[in-house]
């Protein structure tokens, strides 16, 4: 793996070279490191061969290592910010590089030719790394990033851990100073984008050394992380990895004693902080005695059978691999960055007969556009994509005649929803939108819209993209079904007016289809959605690209209504819900900085410390629970959702909220593309199959053992039979992980899959139950959110705890309290999950943060992914596809014209 980490204080720099970096992990009798110098700057700097103390230490000061001349204009390493010492620049970064443990393992106990392979793999990574490397602008009111491509490095080879197992890895030491050949001197290194490509430059390691492994004799196996030599004995594994244990148990201490913070970012400040102290007195050659006597016979003879002969192979299918990182990564984005899809593909081929120039040049025969004076590869297919929706609102505008313009809405209407009504029923445009904030009341004014459209005899279908949505829009009273199933049946009315609920959260893909569809029928579409909320999981964001790029009249909602002060039972509270309300309105419009001040003013943001915040949620959880109101916490990954819903469990068993639990069997779905499911790789002990989609002997709702997979497909244990899946028919099932889990009545749940009931009832993708009894059979008998009882059988348990969920998850859900447990993720947090976190309660809602200021900054950062049709994209995508359009029209308007006639000869308006 690659692991960076900056160094910030200059004490700690200089200790840290003569305490760690030149000895290793052990004192061995007076023997020093010596590191080797690696990059172009430090070419320029005449810095070849081994690193002296004197070099590295003046580099760490800012100095040039020759003259001691200021080398780059900040020196100091320390500032005041109110009040308090803070770090002013970076010391240098600790890129550390290591391969998996058997690697090590062999390499340290019988075959010094891989420490070789390790050295030549990591420098060839850390040469592709510099190319990343980067100064900052500053000059006629420039604010951005040049790339330099070089750096000063210092790589030191250490053998073992802490722990004194067998660890091989290099610490690859990059100094804070780069050479900007533009302004011909000596700068601060920018290394945001050798973060970036952090994936790239492991995963190249990784390929590099494995296929030197191979020329070796050894085997791999690949895994979904990484690889590891064949025939390895796990037990082995295991046993020299003794600081990876010590970590793994001081975290469990922490757990156990109320940490609900981020696992992983404890677990890194735990390897940094608690570390063993050097041992004196040994040596290389001791600790290879240590660890031998540590093998039993059997895996010392598994060490000595491991290497065979050299295997000639053919060339890798260079082709295919690239095909494979592209399904995965243009199935959710539009545009990627290069070193992107070369590191998925590195994965994919690990090991396998191809360089990086082979890579390299595979995918630029791939078809991808390339933006000028960036890394960033836009796939081709979903720029048609993208411009056909665009070309279809753009060409469709007032092309048609008014859906019903003489329809007189309901008195319940609000003043904003009868005008929004109107507009929708007197579009002229083959596309209408219709955008309703968070609360607005938007499934009321398209119920309104539907009767409308009856009205003039036209024949309306509304979709949404999920099963709970349209679950939701039959309880407001719109008959209703999923885009996937009209999509797949391609049954539609002649003239029909297609609604389609939550349009934001649709992709590029499907909205083309459904255009597509509703086109060869001679239909209308309208589109109700919110860009400001959660766009889709699929790739492209095909509302957004309509509004930005075709630019149509669009109704709107924007009274919010779900923050009611009429719902207050005292003056008091009916002031904070108007307050909320401004609050929520705010980051509708965008505000999201102002919106988080007013909120903060209300006394609604918390900053609490890691160990106590998770107590403080699940405190509020039951304070909410108390007043009798519904609550729901929202989390930013899956890995605070859970480590919330344990907090706020473990609080309500304490209250004695809960029932006896009893041990239940559950699953838990795997995040897992297409492209991974038909990969062996991704497959791990303890998984199983969910089956969405009925195939052979395997029924819709089956959950099946996944007993291995291997090169024909995945293996399926079902009523004690072994059955193999192909991998063609992977998109049938879904990938999940058995969970045991205490379920007691009262728990909350969140089911994660559809189905029906023993009752016959729906049961949806993400809606959230309170159990209320579980059976003697292990049948659970659940209430939804509408208060009716449902019953799961045995075999469905395709689910999750239900307190916490993720604020996708949380969008189109309504409760009194909404309770936002920060975990402090950047990636995680932004604009649009700030909207649609706060916007969730009626009454009220409270943050708790690490970090004030800091989820200040982040919910300014925009959420949404980059469009094929960006900037100055989309004029390109014009002109290069004019005679597309010039031929799609052609081909669209004799159809057009013929529905037209047709519907006048019935009477309709077109």
Not at 832 to 846: A, D, H, L, P
Request: hydrophobic residues 35%; proline residues 3%; contains cysteine.
């Amino acid at each position: 793996m690659l692991r960076p980490k900056p160094q910030l204080n200059l004490q700690n720099a200089r200790e840290y070279f003569r305490d760690h970096l030149r000895v290793g992990d052990y004192y061995s009798e007076g023997q020093t490191i010596a590191g080797d110098w690696l990059g172009l700057a430090a070419e320029r700097l005449g810095l070849t061969g081994a690193v002296t103390e004197k070099e590295f230490l003046a580099l760490c000061e800012g100095l040039h290592p020759e003259t001691g001349k200021r080398l780059t204009a900040r020196m100091n390493t320390a500032r005041r910010v109110d009040g308090k010492l803070a770090a002013n620049r970076r010391i240098f970064h600790d890129f550390t590089i290591s391969p998996p443990k058997s690697v090590s393992i062999v390499a340290r106990c019988q075959d010094s030719r891989i420490v070789d392979a390790h050295r030549d793999a990591v420098r060839l990574a850390m040469i592709e790394l510099e190319k990343f490397a980067e100064t900052r602008i500053r000059k006629s009111k420039q604010n951005a990033e040049r790339v330099t491509g070089n750096i000063v490095a210092a790589c030191f080879q250490h053998d073992t851990s802490r722990a004194l197992d067998p660890h091989l890895h290099t610490h690859c030491v990059v100094f804070n100073a780069t050479f900007d050949p533009v302004e011909n001197r000596w700068k601060a290194l920018q290394t945001v984008g050798m973060y970036r490509a952090q994936k790239f430059a492991e995963n190249l390691y990784f390929h590099e050394l494995s296929k030197r492994l191979r020329s070796l004799g050894y085997g791999i196996e690949n895994n979904a992380r990484n690889f590891e030599i064949s025939r390895v004995p796990a037990a082995l594994i295991e046993r020299f990895s003794k600081r990876h244990a010590q970590i793994a148990a001081e975290a469990e201490r922490y757990v156990a004693n109320g940490y609900d913070g981020d696992i992983g970012a404890l677990r890194r400040r735990l390897a940094h902080e608690h570390r063993d102290r050097k041992i004196k007195g040994a040596t290389a050659e001791l600790l290879r005695e240590h660890w031998n006597r540590q093998l039993s016979p059997d895996e010392a003879r598994a060490l000595t059978g491991l290497r065979g002969v050299p295997a000639i192979t053919q060339r890798a299918d260079l082709r295919s691999i690239v095909g494979w990182a592209d399904e995965h990564l243009f199935t959710h984005r539009a545009v990627v960055n290069d070193y992107e899809l070369i590191a998925t593909a590195l994965a994919r081929g690990r090991g396998e007969n191809f360089d990086l120039d082979a890579l390299r040049s595979a995918v630029e025969q791939h078809g991808y556009l390339r933006e000028d004076g960036t890394r960033k590869l836009i796939s081709a297919e979903l720029l048609r994509c993208e411009l056909d929706i665009v070309l279809a609102a753009q060409d469709g505008r007032k092309r048609h005649r008014a859906l019903n313009p003489n329809y007189h809405p309901s008195p319940s209407l609000s003043s904003e929803q009868e005008r929004a009504a109107r507009r929708i029923l007197t579009s002229r445009d083959f596309i209408t939108l219709f955008r309703g904030g968070a609360g607005t009341g938007k499934s009321h004014t398209l119920k309104e819209v539907a009767l409308g459209l009856a009205a003039a005899e036209r024949p309306v279908v509304v979709l949404a993209p999920q099963r709970q949505q349209v679950h939701a829009l039959e309880t407001d009273g719109l008959p209703a079904e999923t885009l996937a199933r009209t999509l797949a049946t391609g049954r539609l009315d002649h003239g029909a007016v297609v609604i389609l609920d939550e349009a934001g959260q649709v992709g590029g893909r499907d909205l083309h289809a459904l255009i597509r569809l509703v086109q060869a029928h001679g239909g209308r579409l309208i589109l109700s959605g919110d860009t400001r909320q959660h766009g889709a999981v699929a790739a492209s964001d095909a509302l957004r690209a309509i509004e930005q790029h075709a630019k149509p009249r669009v109704a709107v909602l924007r009274t919010i209504r779900r923050q009611n002060p009429a719902l207050a039972r005292t003056s008091e509270e009916r002031r904070f819900i108007r307050r909320y309300r401004a609050v929520v309105k705010k980051a509708s419009e965008g505000k999201q900085a102002e919106s988080f001040d007013l909120l903060d003013q209300l006394g609604c943001v918390r900053e609490l410390p890691d160990e106590v915040r998770g107590v403080a949620v699940a405190g509020e959880y039951l304070t909410a629970m108390e007043r009798g109101e519904s609550v729901v916490v929202v989390a930013q990954t899956w890995n605070e959702v859970h480590a919330v819903n344990d907090a706020v469990r473990t609080a309500l068993h304490s209250a004695g909220k809960l029932g006896p639990g009893t041990p239940t069997v559950t699953y838990q779905p795997v995040d897992r593309s297409e492209s991974q499911k038909r990969d062996p790789r991704f497959y791990e002990p303890g998984q199983a199959a969910h089956f969405l989609r009925s195939y052979g002997r395997f029924k819709k709702g089956d959950t099946c053992e996944i007993a291995e997979a291997n090169d024909r497909g995945v293996v399926l244990v079902k009523d004690g039979r072994r059955s193999t899946v192909g991998y063609r028919h992977a998109e049938r099932f879904i990938v999940t992980k058995r969970t045991d889990m205490e379920i007691a009545p009262g728990d909350r749940l969140q089911l994660k899959a559809n189905g029906r009931s023993v009752e016959g009832t729906r049961l949806h993708n993400g809606e959230l139950v309170t159990v209320a009894n579980v059976d003697s059979s292990g049948a659970l008998i659940v209430t939804d959110e509408r208060g009716a009882t449902k019953t799961l059988t045995s075999s469905q348990r395709l689910l999750v705890r239900g307190y916490a969920v993720t604020s996708y998850g949380s969008q189109g859900k309504t409760v009194d309290t909404v309770l936002f447990a920060d975990a402090g993720e950047r990636a995680a947090t932004n604009a649009q999950q700030w909207y649609v976190t706060i916007s969730r309660g009626r009454k009220r809602v409270v943050v708790f943060t690490p970090d004030k200021d800091q989820l200040r900054t982040r919910v300014e950062s925009p959420g949404e992914r980059e469009l094929a049709t960006e900037g100055e994209r989309l004029a390109l995508a014009l002109r290069w596809t004019q005679q597309h359009r010039q031929e799609l029209w052609a081909t669209q308007r004799p159809r057009q014209e013929m529905h037209l006639r047709e519907g006048q000869r019935m009477g309709m308006s077109a």
